[in-house]
Structures are given as structure tokens and as C-alpha cells.
């Protein structure tokens, strides 16, 4: 249901169809609220086979996506869990692993040294920066601490692959060289996300048929200020026309349901996490797309994967972030930048949208014919296949195992 699990899913089964053999690790699926999903246990093992990829499923000390001391010991108790199950597994050329958490990146680490095989480590975020930014720890000794293991982990692995060349960057300001780093963006299944007509059967089930639809989808955290799509709503609330769509959930969701309940937005919609197999019905519905971060140097250089998502569906954004979000917005023509957290900013480009429909459409092709130039997972998969073939000692030709820890 999140952005890791989707990259890597995607990823993995390109890599079985281009005959590659991919064992995934990863814990009972739970995320965010930290429940089971049904049909699932927290067992020590579990197994089953997917789209052709083996996937063994470890126990983790199960929590919500939210309190850094819990997700803590969630990510160190797969880290231990991933490593002692790798034993019971046929040795593989090469082990990757991808993390936002070194706990959850380190596991490669171990395996990759008890196992004696190369170790590939993707990173999605900057740790600690990304915690530090939204605030979720401020002690000194601490920070201290994750930054030695963040350094330890780049100088250790065989190659190191970030979704950003941002992050890349700040890699090499940690004294990495530039020939150990190679980029692999995040992308889109251009099959799934696909432009299809307004779905006026759930339109008309959500209340919102021959509305301008304003969508946020994705996680409700720190990092997202949402509190800024509410004091924009309020400044729209005489544009009966205009409904804005929340769809998601997170560590935030429920202060800003309170929030939205205490302004009496009756134009702001919030559903809760909808299966993914049904986002494409929401995206069909949608006019225009939000993406939205707080205001922080860091957050300069990420770029959030529902900017793939929203392109790939043909829908224009207006995007709250700055850096190389906004570069590559830019370069696609398909959307409008405002300062993060500038809710006047954010109404007012939302209702010169709304009234301007055949902008809306020529902003949407714009960014379908950019994401498929650039973006293709297919495309992405085998670039960063390229990378773990290079580090196993294979050539493109040659069936690899490939050993994935992911939580």
C-alpha cells in the first residue's frame, strides 16, 4: 500500500519476467496502522510466491507507522529477523536492500558479510535528515549516532543507489565517490496508470459528480503540513463548485480529521486508505493533483512518487515543493509550483484552474508524454538491474539470484 513496497514490487517482477531469480524479505504486511493485514500472520516464517517472485515473510515486532521508539524496534527486529532467515535460504549473487532506516538498510550489511556476497543499498530518504526535519528527534547524542551509521553504511556497500540526484549530491559531500552512486528514480507502471474517462458511478457515490475535484492521495505525516489544504478549502468555501479529496492514511490522519471537523470544511472530503487497485478510479475522477511537503532545505531534494502516479494518469499538478520536484515539473510542463505551506498561494491557483478547463487537459497530456519518455518502471527496473549484474559479476544474459530485504 506504500511507495517502497510499490517501487520494489514493480521492480522485482520485471526482473522475473527478464529471468531473474528474486527472493523477497519483508515482514506480515501492516502498514501503516501496524495491524495485520487479513489472510496474514506475524509468524517467524511464512512463504508464498507472487507474479513469480518468492517472498518470505519474517516476524517483526509489529507497531503503526508512528512514535520513533516503536518504529524503532519494529526496524530492529526485522533487521535481526532478516538476517537469521537468510541462513535458511539459497545463497544468492548479490543482496539489496532498501531503506529509509539504516536498521532496515543494515540488514544487507550482515547478510552480505555472513553470506560473503555483494551488497547493493537503495536509499529512498536521508537518514537521519528527514526525521530531523519534521522533528521527530532532537537529541544531539542520537542524531550523533544515526549519522555514524548512515556513513558506515555508504562507505560499506558495493554500490550505492538513491532516487534522487539530490541525494547523490549529499553523498558525496559524505566522502563517497561519485563512481560507487548511480541514480535510479522512481517511475510509474505506465499500464496501471493509465488516463481513463471521470468514473461518474463513483462520483456520484462520493457526492462530488460535476465537481472540481481536488485530490490529495497518500500519507498523512509530518512531513506533509496538510493543514494547508484546509486553510486553502476555507478560503474556496463560497466556490461551491470546488470539493477537495483526501485519500489515505498516516501518523497525522486522525489530528486532521479533528481539524477539518473544528474548521466545518463541508468541501473537504477525507477517505480513509483505499486498496491500490482502486486508485485508478480516484485518479480518473480527479481534476487536478496535489503534492505537498513542508517547508525545509531537505525536502528540496526529494521527489515524492505520487508526482509519477499523477503524470502518468494525465492529471496537472500543483505541486508544494520545492527543488528537484519542482525542476522536473517544470521540465514537463504538466503542473503549477507555490511555496510550501502558502495555503493564499494554494486557493488561488486552484480556483485559476478550475476555471480554466482546457488548460487543465493541455497540462495533463504534457506531463503523460513526459512520464513516458522518462519514467517507464520497466525502463528503471532493468537500469537498476544493470547495477546489481555489475556488482554480481553477471552479464545481462546470465539468470541472477537476487536476494531483497525490504520491511
Not at 511555496?339 to 504534457?366: I, K, M, T, W, Y
Request: hydrophobic share 45%; with cysteine; aromatic share 8%.
Amino acid at each position: 500500500m506504500n511507495a517502497p513496497a510499490t517501487r520494489t514490487y514493480e521492480h522485482c517482477r520485471q526482473w522475473v519476467r527478464d529471468g531473474h531469480q528474486v527472493t523477497v524479505v519483508t515482514c506480515a504486511p501492516n502498514h501503516p496502522q501496524g495491524k495485520v493485514y487479513k489472510g496474514y500472520s506475524n509468524r517467524i516464517y511464512q512463504r508464498e510466491t507472487r507474479d513469480g517472485i518468492s517472498v518470505v515473510r519474517v516476524w517483526t515486532f509489529v507497531t503503526a507507522n508512528e512514535g520513533f521508539l516503536k518504529r524503532t524496534l519494529n526496524y530492529i527486529s526485522y533487521m535481526c529477523s532478516a538476517v537469521i532467515v537468510s541462513f535458511f535460504l539459497p545463497k544468492a549473487d548479490v543482496v539489496l536492500s532498501t531503506s529509509p532506516q539504516f536498521f532496515n538498510g543494515l540488514a544487507g550489511y550482515f547478510v552480505s558479510k555472513l553470506r560473503r556476497i555483494p551488497w547493493v543499498l537503495e536509499i529512498r530518504d536521508l537518514w537521519p535528515e528527514s526525521i530531523v526535519a519534521v522533528g521527530a528527534i532532537n537529541r544531539h547524542a542520537i542524531i550523533t549516532m544515526l549519522e555514524w551509521v548512515e556513513r558506515f553504511a555508504y562507505r560499506n556497500a558495493d554500490r550505492i543507489v538513491p532516487v534522487t540526484d539530490s541525494f547523490k549530491t549529499h553523498m558525496q559531500s559524505k566522502g563517497i565517490e561519485a563512481g560507487k552512486i548511480t541514480v535510479v528514480k522512481n517511475g510509474v507502471d505506465l499500464a496501471q496508470f493509465a488516463p481513463l474517462d471521470g468514473m461518474s458511478a463513483l462520483a456520484e457515490e462520493l457526492g462530488v459528480k460535476g465537481k472540481f475535484v481536488v485530490s490529495y492521495f497518500g500519507t498523512h505525516g509530518m512531513a506533509h503540513h496538510l493543514e494547508t489544504v484546509f486553510h486553502a478549502a476555507r478560503r474556496l468555501g463560497s466556490s461551491k463548485n470546488i470539493v477537495f479529496l483526501m485519500v489515505g492514511d498516516g501518523a497525522e490522519r486522525q489530528a486532521l480529521v479533528q481539524m477539518r471537523d473544528k474548521m466545518a470544511l463541508d468541501n473537504v472530503l477525507m477517505l480513509d486508505q483505499q486498496p491500490k487497485s482502486r486508485m485508478r478510479e480516484f485518479w480518473a475522477l480527479s481534476n487536478i493533483s496535489l503534492v505537498l511537503l513542508k517547508k525545509s532545505d531537505l525536502f528540496k531534494t526529494v521527489i515524492p512518487s505520487k508526482i509519477f502516479e499523477s503524470l502518468a494518469m494525465a492529471k496537472p499538478i500543483i505541486l508544494g515543493v520545492e527543488g528537484e520536484s519542482a525542476e522536473l515539473l517544470e521540465a514537463a510542463k504538466a503542473g503549477i509550483c507555490i511555496e510550501p505551506e502558502q495555503a493564499d498561494d494554494l486557493a488561488a491557483r486552484v480556483l485559476e484552474l478550475s476555471q480554466n478547463p482546457e488548460r487543465c487537459r493541455q497540462l495533463g497530456r504534457n506531463g503523460r508524454q513526459y512520464v513516458m519518455e522518462h519514467f517507464d518502471r520497466i525502463v528503471l527496473a532493468r537500469k537498476l538491474a544493470s547495477v546489481i549484474e555489475s556488482v554480481g559479476g553477471k552479464t545481462v544474459f546470465e539468470a541472477e539470484e537476487i536476494s531483497v530485504t525490504l520491511r
